[in-house]
């Protein structure tokens, strides 16, 4: 049995870990949306340099044919570009660090709970995996499937932090409020999952699309009448996927009490949901303003990330096979000693 100072450590450097990886995806989404996606042409170094330079001079003066000939034509040195791409690759060095950190601290539970230690380690190689991904995303001179592919990395790493941590506190997720939850909420939840998945998919393909028009048309006003299909499909779509996930929501809101934190996640996706949606529709509404962008996908990341919490909160909470004698004593003991927090909110 892992006590519970190893217990909460953890859990609060997974939160850390995962919080930090939802970060980088913000600043993944605005670097794209600034168009810094290339302003360092290689990886990892950044035009040759392990730290970029702060003016053109300071390069060769052929550059741009040096890098044409390895294949990225009218590559051209900007310096705010430059150095918001390379911010973003010192933001993944350090999320790679936490995650080592985090698979370090796993440890603890290779034998009473090897699965945490196996998630930990599996989101370790994949971050690494995800770092040699982003080279070849650099070196397709950003392909749009190579983007994509980078984008549904991510959120695995995401799924496989999420489930790790929520798994070594599965003694403590409480089971109140689940039985009264309709008999076809996990399957609706399942279903909400794979739909938020795809329309990330699609979005990405949306924004993909996005970059090639405005490569040739600088007025953004044109931009959304230039779109292909998939763009109705996705801006359809969102409306049924905020149909499912507040039918969810509401789900959550009647049934489970509020001593039961994944009362809170039920809140926080339909928070997100919204604010995912009102989004979409300033985007829609005026021109694809680039400072949106980024949020778009963020919102959608997160929003797929709370599913996965909702959806273990329920399937451990719901396992009559785990034993609570000893959470139900450790809560006691936390409950005097903190006021009515729940332990899983520390």
């Not at 049924?240 to 809170?264: C, D, E, F, G």
């Amino acid at each position: 049995m892992i006590n519970e100072i190893k217990l909460r450590r953890f859990r609060r450097l997974g939160i850390l870990t995962v919080s930090a990886v939802y970060f980088l995806i913000l600043i993944g989404g605005a670097v794209r949306a600034s168009g810094a996606g290339m302003g360092c042409p290689d990886w990892p170094t950044c035009f040759g340099q392990w730290i970029p330079p702060l003016d053109v001079s300071e390069l060769p003066e052929n550059y741009q044919q040096i890098y044409a000939d390895r294949g990225y034509a009218d590559t051209e040195f900007n310096a705010t570009k430059t150095w918001i791409e390379y911010a973003n690759r010192l933001v993944g060095v350090t999320i790679g660090l936490l995650i080592l950190f985090t698979m370090i601290a796993s440890r603890h539970f290779r034998k009473v709970n090897p699965l945490v230690t196996g998630l930990s380690v599996a989101a370790f190689f994949a971050v690494v995996f995800q770092g040699w991904l982003g080279s070849r995303v650099v070196a397709s001179n950003l392909h749009p499937g190579m983007i994509t592919l980078h984008m549904l990395m991510a959120q695995a790493i995401v799924a496989m932090l999420i489930w790790a941590v929520i798994r070594s506190q599965r003694e403590l997720i409480p089971a109140s409020g689940l039985k009264e939850l309709p008999v076809v909420f996990k399957k609706i939840l399942i279903l909400a999952m794979a739909m938020t998945l795809l329309q990330m998919i699609m979005g990405t393909q949306v924004r993909e699309s996005i970059d090639l028009i405005a490569r040739g048309e600088a007025m953004r006003s044109a931009w959304i009448e230039k779109l292909p299909l998939i763009f109705i499909v996705h801006r359809s779509f969102s409306w049924l996927i905020m149909a499912v996930n507040l039918w969810l929501v509401y789900q959550i809101w009647k049934n489970i009490p509020r001593s039961n934190p994944m009362r809170l996640l039920g809140l926080m996706q339909g928070a997100l949901i919204l604010f995912t949606v009102l989004i979409g529709v300033v985007m829609n509404h005026m021109n694809i303003p680039a400072f949106v962008q980024p949020l778009h996908l963020w919102f959608a990341s997160l929003i797929f990330g709370n599913q996965i919490a909702v959806y273990l909160f329920l399937h451990y909470g719901s396992r009559p096979e785990i034993n609570r004698d000893e959470t139900n004593r450790d809560t006691s003991r936390q409950t005097t000693a903190r006021g009515s927090r729940h332990p899983m909110s520390a």
